[in-house]
């Protein structure tokens, strides 16, 4: 798999298919492949005509581990991608993040929005501007010394995904504690650009997508039923609502 370094961190990514270029991130404690080449989303987007590049973000998957909190700012995050597109060449992209991904997406969409030209915020809603999802709970579960002593049902999903994956554990608490900076309500509508808001009915931890549409003006919500954080992302609703909302830009 291909990589480029951005200063003296080396990210990695795939880059597949013609056409308009999308920038797909993923979430935390997932990968490029976990996120969106296992659940074919790379496969789909491919057969509707886009060029696919999506990234392991740093502290994930065979990009590099850094344990230092300071190094995992949504901005710091967000930078990789932008240096991912100078290192291609793509000048304009659109974009789709789930989970952190998404909070990465929208600092992208406020800050670098002459590089995008839509995006996607996938698993993430109120919760970008009030909070939620895994706190120090999950970045002390991944820092202890193995999962029996993990008493916090959340802090042991995500500890024992972490294993499973064969994860960096200390670099992916680092990333937890480093990425847990909120976007403002007043910054949040600010963003002019075509966005859509996908969120499954049953997921607890990203908040309401509805009230986030409200802010954000002209965004449009989709409700992916019957689906919470971590079965929304493969989910056929899902893919048909990112189809048809892409069709439709310019």
Not at 113 to 125: D, K, N, S, V
Request: hydrophobic residues 45%; contains cysteine; negative net charge.
């Amino acid at each position: 798999m291909p990589s480029f370094h951005n200063g003296t961190v080396e990210i990695a990514y795939l880059d597949e298919g013609e056409g308009e270029p999308i920038v797909l991130v993923h979430g935390f404690a997932s990968t490029r492949n976990v996120n969106w080449v296992y659940p074919t989303w790379v496969s789909e987007l491919r057969r509707n005509g886009r060029r696919v590049i999506a990234l392991d973000n740093r502290g994930h998957g065979e990009s590099s581990k850094l344990y230092d909190p300071l190094q995992y700012s949504i901005a710091a995050m967000a930078g990789d991608v932008v240096a991912l597109m100078d290192h291609l060449e793509i000048p304009r992209a659109d974009i789709m993040g789930y989970s952190l991904g998404a909070r990465m997406a929208a600092w992208l969409a406020l800050h670098a929005t002459e590089r995008l030209r839509a995006a996607i915020f996938g698993g993430i809603g109120m919760a970008m501007i009030e909070g939620g999802g895994p706190g120090d709970n999950v970045a002390a579960a991944l820092e202890a010394p193995s999962l029996d002593e993990v008493s916090d049902p959340v802090g042991r999903t995500f500890r024992a995904f972490a294993d499973q994956t064969r994860s960096d554990r200390l670099a992916l608490a680092a990333c937890l504690r480093g990425s847990r900076g909120l976007m403002s309500r007043a910054d949040a509508a600010r963003i002019a650009l075509p966005v859509l808001i996908a969120v499954g009915t049953t997921d607890e931890i990203a908040g309401s997508a509805a009230r986030l549409g409200q802010i954000i003006a002209g965004s449009e919500v989709l409700d992916i039923p019957n689906r919470d954080h971590m079965r929304a992302v493969g989910d056929k609703v899902y893919k048909a609502g990112v189809v048809d909302f892409l069709s439709r830009r310019p």
